[in-house]
Every structure is written in structure tokens, then in C-alpha cells.
């Protein structure tokens, strides 16, 4: 549930137009908005900011997190520092933002990463955030369940070690051997960030693996649910659309 201390941060953000609309030399977005597009400054207020935000159904610090994964996915970096700022502000730690960059280099392209990390630079250096809140290039990696691990390894080679042997490796020595088990992003919200960004991008072929992935490691169906909604708004109504019968499917597969 998300606390009236963020909702009220929301809305002055919103009145004011934080860190990221204050870059404006002559104006502001907001009155940009207004200028141009006023039912979508409304939208805005009073259905984003002022009820989908509110929705009880995941938390203030979740929809940050699905916000940014989409926002770097699709490398809109327009709305990032306003969205950094609320992150941080619901309990995003600076360490779980940097992962969430690294991760996504993987999951939406190194292109997309190094502009956030553009925007995140100067968010973190506007609010003294140093490497020591950071976290380590190579750290301690959490362990591996290699049960699980060596499934998913068989599978993918018998279906494409002959095609693409390079990448069959890559994606066994770095994805899944390394970056999912970095420690600093819990693997519930290192899935919650990779089924955002594939929906974020329309990638709904690696929807079913991935939203399986981030249900066994801990996201409720209500919550899940829940994302896709709250994209239909950053992403688009198509790509959440788009999504919902892969989502129906792995949710019934699921209950048997």
C-alpha cells in the first residue's frame, strides 16, 4: 500500500515538477503540458500520478522499480531523473538502481544502460550518493541452484547450441552464472525488472519463461497482474494488451 507520505511527494513532484523538469530554461513541463496537450496534463494528475500510483496492489518501491525498467527499456530518458527521485524516495536503495542499469545492459541493450546511467549520474550526484553505496564490480555471488540450472541449460542447448553456440554459452556463463546472482538486486526484483522490460518492449516470447521465473522467486499473481497495468500506462496499452494472454496462460498452467 502505498503511504500518504509518497502520494503527497507525488503530487508536489508533479506541482513542482522535480529535479528532472527544473533543467528547463524557460519553462516548465508542466506548463509545457498544459500548452500543448491539457487532457493529457489532467490524465496526468489525476488518473497516473493521482490513482494508478495509489492502486493498493503493489507498493510504491515496486512501481518505481517497474517504472524505471520501462522508462531504460525503452530509452525514454526525458521523465528518468524525475522517476530516480521517486525511486529513491520510496526505498529504492542507490545500489538497487545501479543493478537495475547493469541488468538491464543484458536484458534492453548496453545502448539503453548507458543512457540511464547518464541521468542516474546526475541524480546521484545531486544527492551525494558516493561509490560507497554502491555496490561491488565482483562481489560474493549468491548460490546457484543448479538443479534448476542445469534444466534450463539442456533445454536451451538441445534447442539452439547448433544455431547459436556463442550466445547459448554467453547466456549460461554471464546471464545465469553470474548476473542473476550478483546479490545486490534480491532475485524477486531482478525478475521484477526483466518481466517489465519484456513487456516494456513487446518481447512476449520471453514473457512465460521469465514471469515463471519471477513467481518461484517470490511475485504474486495479484502482483503480476498488477505490473502489466500499471505498464499499460508507461508502455502503452498494446504491449500490456499483448501481454495478458502469455500472463493468463502461465497463471493457469500454473494452478495445476
Known amino acids: 500500500m502505498i503511504g500518504s507520505r509518497f502520494v503527497t511527494a507525488v503530487m508536489v513532484a508533479f506541482t513542482s515538477l522535480g529535479p528532472v523538469w527544473a533543467q528547463a530554461e524557460d519553462t516548465t513541463m508542466r506548463n509545457d503540458v498544459q500548452m500543448v496537450a491539457p487532457a493529457l496534463a489532467k490524465y496526468t494528475r489525476d488518473r497516473l500520478l493521482g490513482e494508478v500510483w495509489k492502486r493498493p496492489g503493489l507498493s510504491a518501491r515496486d512501481r518505481s522499480i517497474v517504472t524505471l525498467a520501462a522508462l531504460i527499456a525503452r530509452d525514454q530518458t ?44 546526475d541524480v546521484f550526484a545531486a544527492r551525494g550518493i558516493g561509490p560507497d553505496q554502491l555496490p561491488a564490480a565482483s562481489p560474493p555471488l549468491l548460490p546457484l541452484d543448479g538443479a534448476a540450472e542445469a534444466e534450463r541449460a539442456a533445454r536451451v542447448s538441445k534447442q539452439f547450441g547448433a544455431t547459436a553456440p556463442g550466445l547459448v554459452q554467453y547466456t549460461t556463463d554471464i546471464l545465469f ?46 502482483e503480476a497482474a498488477e505490473v502489466i497495468t500499471h505498464l499499460a500506462f508507461y508502455a502503452g496499452w498494446p504491449n500490456a494488451m499483448s501481454a495478458l494472454p502469455v500472463a493468463k496462460d502461465v497463471f493457469e498452467k500454473r494452478r495445476h
Not at 82 to 107: C, M, N, Q, W
Open 78 to 121: 526525458i521523465e528518468m531523473a524525475f522517476y530516480l527521485d521517486l525511486a529513491l524516495d520510496s526505498g529504492v536503495k542507490p545500489r538497487e538502481i545501479s543493478e537495475i542499469i547493469t541488468h538491464l545492459a543484458f536484458y534492453s541493450g548496453w545502448a539503453n544502460a548507458i543512457s540511464a546511467v547518464a541521468v542516474a549520474k
Open 177 to 222: 552464472h553470474d548476473l542473476w546472482l550478483r546479490p545486490d538486486l534480491a532475485p524477486r526484483d531482478r525478475s521484477l525488472v526483466t518481466v517489465s522490460a519484456l513487456i516494456a518492449s513487446g518481447q512476449v516470447a520471453q514473457i512465460p519463461y521469465h514471469l515463471n521465473r519471477a513467481m518461484d522467486n517470490g511475485l504474486t499473481q495479484p
